[in-house]
């Protein structure tokens, strides 16, 4: 096979330039990291299988002789468009006809290491002050290889085009420049002087299709740097072309991991007991087996599967088991919970960032404190937990959506005791997910019970299960506390977050395979940089200082869409807000006179309440403010809510956000939307208690979503931008639930400082 | 007992007649585009057309069902010809897609009935949950089908499934409509 040479880590670009001489003096100042040869730097193949007629480019590319061009996209499309985005990007840069393009999920692969999203994630954890530069290049470069190497496919963070907007536009470049030399070696003609159009390479008056010249063009040799192609007329980069997924989703035909049929399969349903150090104790074997429809039950020491005829019987049968299950040590409950932020607190914590000496300008001036405090939050994706699992002789074939698919493969691996090399795992579409498939307990599941039972089965998790057993985003309790300078403005600002160290159970989780109590307890009083991310103000404030008080509070905790920012966004804009009311001042021109140093988030709060009709904050105006920037991103949301007879009625959001050079605008409003009504949900509900080791919650209306009639006016506008791509995905989430309080303070007088907002004020 | 008619076909489930339909329809019929999400009516995942009645189906048993009709997102057309099918990919309605075949049963079931529907019986007739926020669209989507019902607006925005080789080869320059010749 010819094409591209693939190399990952020694790109030019986003890669320092270290010579093994720097690293080795790096890896010792930085304190005995382990460098060995073996980081060095690699060529990967792609492990790419082409359909007769169909020739391999390279890892994003494939181009058919009937004219099809398939790219690859190693992302877990869970709504958010990838699935549409990264062949846009490709099909621009090649040149090909929006109509010929075709889809695959990537096989997993080195080449589809997601980089970017563990150099943030690293830096988070561990944050760059006060490590020398060149250390800090080191350690990054590390941590890439790192991921390179296991394949770190994650799904994460709003990465998917800031990770691969890169390497698919080069891999376009690479395949459209040997589609050009083939047609130049016929043309007897420089290839360089060739362009692309419509899946057609040109010159002079000269056409021939991409499909007639793959085959030969697969055979060239790639030029060392890719050449890209000239901007065109009519560009599909920026364009509002429809999704790829969407004629598929409107006829019932998409599949998702639960849709897989398979000759002699049947259904399990699954009990896993509370949280925490949970096992099996007891089960009423003949009364489940009497069950109608029912097959095979599975004993596992941490749960009990109902295998049966139909999901439902197997479920059914699950409440005939009658599982008693016992769990070690004290139960998590919320009053735990609650009594741990609280503790947490009050004690140390870690200094994650500063600006300025905030204790010094606090020393002897009026401290304004407040405590807010944000409950914890359920993904509640419509999709419970689903896999299907088939064993075939010594093989195992999962199908399953998953956001870390190489560490999920490893995962059933090491649990069936099979070769990662016998494991094929068939990447699914996430009927939402916002996180929720970076756990992928479920597909372990299923493989040890097709493994067990020796056919092909379908576990679904049922609702209760995935409200009980699906560990949410942390809660947190803050203190805020600022001074004031003579004008009324924020001097000081300290934000004590108390919060578990959520990304060290994360990845002991995803990395290191522990059951969920285990990472829990291995990542209590860590200090956890990405877990009060956000919080550092973007306002010029002088002197600021941000603290991590881990938290111990038993219960496992997960990422989720929006991550820390949904609740460090609330601490800040809604503290902002009371600063600014005890300056008496507008909300808009008090964060104004501080964002001079953020033009972005600046320009988008000027335009949202200018869109808005902003009234200057007026008790009873019913408006409130809150901007954010993560990700390289920046919003601004400009509220209208008011307490009414019907309870909490949100009339009117207007989000006005700058994400840089948008792929596609149709997809990033659609998921600025979704976003905002995602963060509506946090700010009403969404969540759940805890007694006794488990979520008192066990319906679905019991978490408070929102429907149709309860969604607001939504507003959506994009500021034009060159700037590179910034994160989509989750940036509407963390401004939603600040706008509705500051609006409601405006309404009522009244602060709300806790989430969801229709619990008892703090 | 158990005797109905799917998708314009009779069936006869041997199953246990308190079956709910929805797990008929999913798991012996491998209708697979009903969801489940709940089990509870909550989320309308699977939602289906019983007698022009939007229905979960979770909540229905199959005894409960002898004798009427039953149309699921695979009988609304063959061809995503549907009004609300055309519309929702118009308006670029699903995110995730997981919640939508539920969505376009009952938005279909409400047009049926009224193809003038005002907000407060879009609000009455849409209780299905979506996590992903596709509730703005998914009214401007209904707005826009029923403009189609009352032919004031055409709409061909999803294509249908199945397009010969040839036929495409004739609508895009770029495709070869045989290879080999």
Redesign the interface.
């Known amino acids: 096979m010819a094409g591209i040479r693939d190399t990952v880590g020694t790109r030019a670009r986003g890669t320092p330039r270290v010579t093994r001489r720097s690293l080795l003096i790096g890896a010792t100042a930085a304190g005995g990291l382990a460098v060995a040869w073996s980081v060095w730097p690699r060529e990967y193949q792609p492990n790419l299988t082409a359909a007769e ?1 169909e020739h391999i480019f390279n890892a994003f590319l494939k181009i ?5 061009v398939s790219t690859i996209v190693p992302q877990c ?5 990838v699935s549409t985005l990264l062949p846009q990007i490709i099909a621009d840069e090649i040149g ?2 929006w ?2 393009i075709a889809v695959e999920s990537a096989p997993i692969s080195p080449l589809y290491a997601n980089t970017l999203v563990v150099d943030e994630d690293s830096a988070a954890f561990m944050p760059r002050a006060g490590v020398p530069d060149f250390v800090a290049d080191v350690r990054s470069w590390v941590r890439r290889e790192w991921a390179v190497r296991h394949a770190v496919m994650l799904t994460a963070n709003s990465s998917s085009v800031r990770m691969f907007e890169g390497p698919c536009r080069d891999a376009a470049a690479q395949a459209r420049a040997l589609l050009m030399m083939e047609a130049a070696r016929r043309w007897d003609a420089d290839w360089t002087e060739c362009d692309t159009q ?3 390479v040109l010159h002079g008056g000269k056409r021939l ?4 010249l793959a085959a030969g063009a697969a055979k060239h040799e790639p030029p060392a740097q890719p050449v890209y192609r000239a901007s065109s007329t009519d560009p599909l980069y920026g364009k509002e072309l ?2 790829l ?12 991991a ?2 897989i ?1 398979l000759p002699d399969m049947v ?1 399990a349903s699954i009990r896993q007991g509370p949280f925490g150090a949970t096992r099996v104790k007891s089960i009423d074997k003949r009364a489940g087996l009497a069950s ?2 029912m097959l095979y039950v599975v004993e596992h020491e941490r749960w009990i599967a109902a295998v049966a ?5 197997a ?1 059914r049968a699950l409440d005939r088991f009658a599982p008693v299950f016992e769990t070690a040590g004290e139960p998590i409950s919320s009053e735990r919970i609650d009594a741990a932020l609280t503790r947490a607190l009050a004690a140390d914590g870690w200094r994650i960032a500063r600006a300025g000496d905030v204790e010094g300008a606090m020393e002897g001036r009026t401290q304004i404190a407040a405590e807010y405090l944000v409950a914890p939050a359920l993904h ?5 937990r689903t896999a299907t699992a088939a064993i075939e002789g010594d093989r195992l074939r999962v199908w399953v959506a998953t956001q870390a698919p190489a560490q999920c493969r490893a995962a059933i691996a090491r649990a069936t005791g099979l070769a990662e090399q016998a494991v094929t795992l068939f990447p699914m ?6 996180d929720a498939c970076l756990d992928h307990n479920v597909a372990v599941q299923a493989a040890i019970i097709a493994r067990e039972i020796k056919r092909p089965v379908h576990l ?1 998790w ?2 209760a299960e995935e409200i009980m057993r699906g560990p949410p985003r942390a809660p947190a309790r803050a203190k805020m506390i600022a001074t004031l300078n003579s004008a009324g403005g924020i001097d000081a600002l300290v934000s004590r977050i108390a919060v578990p160290s959520t990304n060290h159970e994360v990845r002991a989780r995803l990395f290191d395979n522990m059951p969920g109590d285990v990472a829990q307890r291995a990542s209590v009083g860590k200090p956890d940089a990405a877990a009060v991310e956000g919080a550092a103000p973007t306002y010029a404030i002088p002197h600021y200082a941000v603290d991590h008080c881990p938290a111990d509070i038993g219960l496992p905790t997960a990422r989720w869409r929006g991550n820390a920012d949904s609740y460090t966004a609330f601490f800040t804009e809604c503290f902002v807000d009371e600063l600014a009311a005890r300056a008496g001042s507008d909300p808009l021109s008090y964060r104004m006179a501080m964002l001079g140093g953020s033009p972005l988030l600046a320009h988008c709060l000027l335009t949202a309440t200018t869109l808005g009709g902003w009234e200057g904050g007026l008790p009873g105006s019913a408006q409130g403010l809150a901007c954010h920037s993560m990700r390289g991103s920046h919003i601004a949301l400009m509220a209208t809510a008011r307490q009414s007879d019907k309870g909490l009625q949100v009339e009117q959001l207007v989000a006005v956000v700058d994400a840089g050079r948008l792929v596609n605008p ?2 990033a409003r ?1 998921q600025i ?6 963060g509506l ?1 946090a700010a009403v509900g969404a969540t759940t208690d805890y007694e006794g080791g488990v979520a008192t919650a066990r ?3 019991q978490l408070g ?5 309860q ?1 607001p ?2 507003l959506v506008e994009f500021v034009d931008s060159d700037r590179d791509p910034g994160g989509i995905g989750e940036i509407g989430v963390p401004v939603v639930a600040p706008a509705i309080a500051n609006a409601m303070f405006a309404a009522t007088g009244r602060r709300i400082r806790r989430l969801p907002l229709s619990g008892q004020p703090l | 007992m158990t005797k109905f008619s799917v998708n314009d076909r009779p069936v006869e489930y041997r ?2 007649p308190d ?2 339909l ?3 329809l ?3 019929s ?11 009516g ?2 309308g ?1 699977c939602t289906v057309d019983i007698d022009g009645e939007a229905i979960r189906s979770c909540l229905v048993t199959i005894a409960e069902c002898e004798g009427r009709l039953v149309t ?3 009988g ?2 063959r061809d ?1 010809s549907h009004p609300v ?1 055309q519309a ?2 118009a308006e ?10 539920g969505m ?1 049963m009952a938005a279909a079931v409400l047009l049926r009935g009224n193809s003038s529907p005002s907000d407060a019986e ?3 007739a ?14 401007a989507a209904i707005r826009r089908a029923a403009r189609v019902l009352r032919g004031e607006e055409r709409i061909a ?3 249908p ?1 199945g397009i010969r ?1 040839e036929d ?2 004739r ?6 409509p045989s ?1 080999d010749s």
């Open positions: 007629g058919g002789d009937d004219g099809h499309e869970m709504g958010q468009g090909a006809d109509r010929t419509d899946g057609f299709r991409f499909g007639d429809t999704r997924d969407l004629p598929a989703k409107v006829d019932g035909s998409a599949n998702f639960g849709d049929r259904y109608p429809g005829r139909n999901w439902w019987a479920n509640a994706p419509v999709e419970t579409m996430a009927g939402g997910s916002f679904a049922s609702r149709a997809i659609q939307e979704g976003g905002l009504i995602f949900a319906k679905l209306h979503l929102p429907k149709l009639s969604s006016e939504i | 199953m246990d079956t709910p929805l797990w008929a999913r798991d012996a491998n209708l697979t585009g009903t969801k489940y999400g709940c089990g509870t909550d989320c995942a699921t997102i695979e609304l057309s995503r099918q929702w990919v670029q309605v699903p995110q995730c897609g997981f919640c939508q075949s376009i879009i609000d009455a849409m209780t299905n949950i979506c996590r992903c926020g596709t509730y703005p669209r998914i009214r925005a999803a294509p499934p080789p495409a080869a609508a895009v320059p770029a495709l070869h290879p």
